[in-house]
């Protein structure tokens, strides 16, 4: 039977050209990270299906593939729902994985642990142009370390690595969840509805002050409350200067922790980065997962006008996966996204070697073939990339494909 | 609710010590295989059910992990077996997955291609001790090549990366399914029963000769057929000299040009080589995909008495599944059987930087931390892998963990 072509929807065949970049971009991200003392590990594609479904995964629970049951357990007659059929699905990130290799290897691992981990992960999404079925994450997390020194490394080991891969003009906002909250208490949202306030405020950026008050109103909360908390916003000017703004008007709603907390990793971060790029206190910033804790962060790119990457501290929540209460904080880079951005701006993998091609006279005799495999192999030796093919008939196709490889030397071999 | 600690049945969770050593293997696969040409490229962990359960898929089409469809095209109450409820399912290797790479994208593509591909496969196989039901394969295939140029240029790249992760004493077996045709026929087998003659065959190492007689005879194959056969075996001597005793004996059973064919990649190999291992004809050697049609060989480690890769020409199988008519010949290692290997060697992860860890006594303040980081940032610069943590209560199994994990250098940082 005939081969269906395409690869399964919203998944895609990767070409040469773009895993030469990926191939870097992973390389250098292993490089760094490890140079800041992560160690990589590696987690299976899939997941016992009672992990995936913990309620802790949001929206993306929704999205999961669900793998059959085989053999003997598979019970089609008996199944009255899909969940008698599955028992396990493929990871749509790699949070899930990290709590459950972090509760199965404690005790071999050190403390604190700080773990890399690149891997693909799956969500059965709506395909959108640029967003695939099927995409690689990119974590680093500090399990165990209780302090700010967490935030501070996970912040100059991300931005070390785009420093590297020659981003500059980007912005890292910063704001601690306590911040959030405090807020919302000073302004008289009752706490059970503070989500929802959440949620509004994430749209910000889209719907501007207006809009957002425009919601909170329609939400039912009173005018009021909308105008204290919208004033504050106002109000409080940008960076560490409104940060104090809001530790003298908040006052004992907002933990004098949380304010030591984002002055220090901002003084921190400030005096020790190595790359182009603003540590900024930013009041809006939500960061959708429900689990964060205390201190969130997010990348945006000015140049490109997009978010690619974020994090923050997520200290309960391998306590509700596990039972072990370990504090956390994690940082992850959008890595399709930073590809995406690598290729539009025409980015040159640097000191990748020579690239020489033989092409072969179709019936030339062993001998031949031999001679010219032997200086390639000498030339292989010195770390060029030689590649030795039959030349055919139609070179002209042949030579401009290799050249669009990256080929700058084509020898042709003729039989005598 | 509380999660399942374990990993799914028969996956693992991959930790530092291993990691390391794969990792590196991994960087020095590419590394080489590119040096030879070849192009790095990435399929999709998933394909259609369909292009999977092809029948050239052998016994792993029975071991796919299958996935459940989803939203509307799930339709329990309608489904009368499981083929109604998938629309997906896990690659069982990476061969399917590169002939609908190939079919997909050979307009743009360098014509031969010559193809690395690592990646995670899956096999729902019974679980054993060493054996997984997800693990790395790592091909490379060379596309478009009809001559054993490609032949020779596989078997160069693989050994040449087994000598860089410094292994010796191995041996490549070579045989051409041509030879195995001749044989039988030359024997008498009818044609249409070569199939279970080659099984037979294949289990030699383990039963013997007298075994392989005893079940020919008892699959109904007259006497003198048999001896006929093994006595081929008895008087053919080794290496080239066995390949002359052959074409001299089958006549004109077997094709003059898969005679060249072997002497040609052996003559080739045995001068080009860089790593000390031996070529040698192997009439013994079956392969067990029915997919090959012309030369096959196996990598056999002498010191470890285990295979740990393959390959061989399959000239057939793309035009079977695309119907385009392309020659391929592919080497195969065995990844996994090679990091076993490495680990139980005890290989150490040669120019490894040097690593050094600080801990900083818990309550430092601010100013403590930051002046530890500023240092740590410098030797970082200078390529150094440096880790700062709090330190723990008990320092002494932190230090050990550390010690584990390489770190040569531990600097305790006290408050004051």
């Known amino acids: ?24 971009a992973i390389n250098l991200i292993k490089e760094t990270y490890k140079g800041f003392g992560f160690t990589p590990i590696e987690t299976p594609t899939m997941e016992h299906i009672g992990n995936l479904s913990n309620k802790e995964g949001g929206e993306n629970e929704k999205l999961i593939f669900k793998v059959l049951k085989r053999g003997e357990k598979l019970n089609l007659a008996a199944a009255s729902n899909e969940n008698d059929l599955v028992d396990s699905g493929l990871r749509y990130d790699l949070t899930v994985p990290l709590c459950r290799y972090y509760s199965n290897n404690s005790e071999i691992l050190p403390a604190p642990f700080k773990a890399l981990q690149i891997g693909s992960v799956y969500r059965a999404d709506r395909p959108q142009r640029g967003r695939f ?126 304010v030591r907390n984002l002055n220090e990793i901002i003084d921190a971060v400030d005096s020790l980065k190595t790359a182009d790029f603003e540590l900024a206190f930013d009041a809006t910033l939500v960061r959708g997962m429900g689990y964060y804790t205390g201190t969130i962060f997010e990348i945006e790119m000015l140049d490109f006008g997009s978010a690619c990457g974020g994090g923050g501290r997520y200290d309960e929540l391998i306590g509700k996966f ?31 070697p020579e690239k ?44 401009e494909q290799l050249a669009k490889d990256g080929y700058t030397e084509i020898i042709e071999v003729y039989k005598k």
Not at 17 to 22: D, K, L
Not at 144 to 153: F, K, R, S, Y
Not at 188 to 195: A, I, K, V, W
Not at 362 to 387: N, Y
Request: hydrophobic content about 40%.
């Open 1 to 24: 039977m005939a081969m269906t072509k395409k690869p399964v929807k919203g998944m895609k065949d990767i070409l040469p050209e773009e895993m030469a970049i990926r191939d870097y």
């Open 133 to 258: 079925r099927q995409f690689t994450q990119c974590d680093i997390d500090i399990l165990g370390d209780p302090t700010n020194l967490a935030e501070i490394e996970l912040i100059l080991a991300t931005t070390t690595l785009l420093g590297k891969l020659e981003f500059s003009n980007f912005k890292v906002h910063i704001n601690d969840r306590r911040f959030l909250r405090a807020m919302t208490a000073y302004a008289g949202f009752p706490e059970e509805r503070t989500d929802i306030v959440f949620i509004i405020l994430d749209k910000m950026d889209k719907i501007g002050w207006e809009g957002v008050k425009e919601e909170l109103l329609k939400e039912g909360f009173s005018e009021e409350s909308v105008n204290r908390y919208v004033g504050l916003f106002e109000k409080m000017g940008t960076g560490k200067e409104a940060i104090a703004y809001l530790a003298e008007t908040l006052g004992d709603k907002l933990d004098p922790a949380a």
């Open 322 to 352: 596990t039972g072990m209460k370990v504090p956390a904080c994690g940082f992850s880079i959008g890595f399709e996204r930073i590809i995406t951005l690598l290729l539009e701006k025409g980015f040159k993998v640097p000191g990748a």
């Open 356 to 399: 020489k091609a033989y092409l072969i006279e179709k019936g030339s005799d062993a001998e031949k073939i031999r001679e010219v495999l032997t200086q390639a192999q000498k030339e292989r030796a010195e770390g060029k990339t030689v590649s030795v093919s039959m030349r055919n008939k139609n070179a002209k196709f042949q030579k």
